[in-house]
């Protein structure tokens, strides 16, 4: 009986410190990914903010004025990204996370004075959110690398989509229910509990070992590992690992990209396709541009930002557990496939409402035409749609980037994908309303279909298998 109580008194002791590790991680890096929930807010706001403004403004607002705003936060993003590659040598992650922190919220007060006063103000404060995200994301990607270690970077990595859920449900459903000017100051109040939540974050063992803190360092790691890791050889992995870094940066990164191989820049070109997939699954317009989109159907304001909304955290959450179930190229093959169909779907809805019925009727489907007038076959598109795109597409370019390189290569990889991901994205979102007043959302839904259904041949070939396989 002692040898049986002492047995379970040591698995409970296991699973207890396996919860605080689990608990502490998780914590720090969703509290370090705050700048993705301030994407997922800046992304969804001018969906809910460009009706209110317009009706605010007695529809005097241009369609050119309106693009900025849904297209200016682009712009900061990647003169943002621009920053994140330079000052990664000369400050820490966790230092940079903290003055994101502090220049969303200057960016989101702007917003919401600009409601009260003049509207010209939404675009410095647009531009502000923007570069905040540009420089934090790549930071937070190398932040939470560094917490991970080898091990838990599906999991973890999943939290970054998971926060742009939560923050576009979370905008949209306070646009629809209180219009832009309350909403503004909601969101504008939340970054200032962030910005003083980010102090709270622990530092990373890279970030001890850069300033010499071994002991503190091996600490940290207790905090972050299971029981039965050896944390004193993660500690000397990670110290070697800084003093090769010095090595890297000392001989600057032009020097660094000579010394590349054809594998290291066919590893780059592949990361940068795949952060490209995010916006040619249609997912960040479809956010921008919510309302405006689907104006046209039958569906409620409301309806549409609930089903939306709901479906991005529930599979942003189921995603999380099944996040190392399976390899990450069959999600991302899964993800394109879904999303083909069901953006397919979306063009065959459009094109039932801007046709005639009778063009339908006349090939005898009657009840075709009534399936594609259905508000529930729309819902049951949109929930294709996001899960698919929840499963893959949003948060796996941010798994294969912390399982392709090292969190010293990410200094320099992670702040060129989001540069490429921010201009790819202001391009897109610039240009959503010429394409839609030009060509339809039957073209452009079509296009994101076979553009997808395409890609699964670049996953196949060209995308790595990177689940539990070390650099």
């Known amino acids: 009986p002692l040898a049986s109580n002492h047995s379970n008194f040591k698995v409970k002791l296991i699973l207890h410190q396996t919860f605080v590790m689990l608990a502490t991680l998780l914590l720090n890096s969703l509290l370090a990914s705050a700048g993705f929930l301030t994407l997922g807010i800046f992304i969804a706001w001018p969906a809910t903010a460009l009706p209110s403004i317009r009706d605010s403004n007695d529809g005097s607002l241009s369609i050119e004025w309106q693009s900025w705003i849904g297209s200016t936060g682009y712009i900061g993003a990647f003169i943002g990204t621009i920053f994140s590659i330079l000052m990664s040598k000369y400050i820490g992650a966790r230092q940079a996370l903290i003055f994101c922190g502090g220049t969303s919220f200057i960016g989101w007060a702007l917003v919401f004075i600009s409601s009260s006063f003049t509207l010209i103000l939404v675009y410095p ?5 923007g570069w905040s995200c540009g420089l934090s994301c790549p ?57 003083f939540a980010l102090f709270a974050l622990i530092p990373s063992p890279n970030e001890l070992a850069r300033a010499g803190k071994s002991v503190r360092m091996v600490e940290v790691l207790k905090k972050l590992r299971n029981a039965n890791e050896d944390v004193i050889k993660e500690a000397n992995m990670i110290t070697k690992a ?26 780059w070109g592949v ?12 997912i960040n317009v479809l956010s921008t541009f919510l309302l405006d989109t689907f104006s046209s159907t039958d569906i409620s304001d409301f309806t549409l930002i609930l089903v939306t909304g709901l479906a991005e955290i529930i599979f942003s959450s189921v995603q999380m557990i099944i996040a190392d179930r399976l390899g990450r190229k069959t999600f991302l093959v899964i993800s394109c496939i879904g999303t083909s169909l069901a953006t397919a779907g979306f063009a065959a809805i459009f094109w039932n409402f ?35 795109v929840a499963i893959g597409s949003g948060p796996v370019k941010y798994t294969l980037l912390s399982e392709m390189f090292t969190p010293s290569k990410q200094k320099t990889i992670a702040g060129i994908c989001y540069t490429w991901y921010w201009l790819f994205g202001f391009i897109i979102v610039k240009m959503f309303h010429m394409m839609m007043f030009n060509f339809g959302l039957v073209i452009i839904f079509i296009s994101i279909s076979a ?5 699964i041949i670049f996953i196949i070939v060209f995308v790595p298998e990177t689940r539990k396989k070390k650099l």
């Open 242 to 267: 800084v003093d090769d870094d010095k090595i890297v940066v000392k001989n600057g990164c032009i020097d660094n990209m000579k010394a590349m191989d054809k594998a290291q820049f066919k590893k």
């Open 354 to 388: 801007e046709n005639k019925k009778e063009m339908i009727s006349s090939l005898g489907s009657n009840l075709l035409e009534s399936i594609l007038s259905s508000n529930i076959f729309l819902v049951c598109c949109l929930m294709a749609y996001y899960l698919s």
């Open 139 to 195: 930071m937070a990607s190398i932040y939470v690398s560094e917490l991970a270690g080898g091990g838990n970077k599906g999991i973890v990595t999943s939290i970054f989509n998971l926060n742009i859920t939560i923050g576009i449900l979370l905008t949209h459903v306070l646009g629809v229910l209180v219009g832009w000017s309350y909403s503004s100051l909601t969101i504008t109040l939340v970054h200032a509990v962030l910005f």
């Open 451 to 455: 553009i997808n259904m395409g890609s």
């Open 271 to 282: 990361i940068l396709t795949v952060f490209s997939l995010s916006h040619l699954s249609g």
């Open 125 to 129: 404060g647009l531009f502000l959110i």
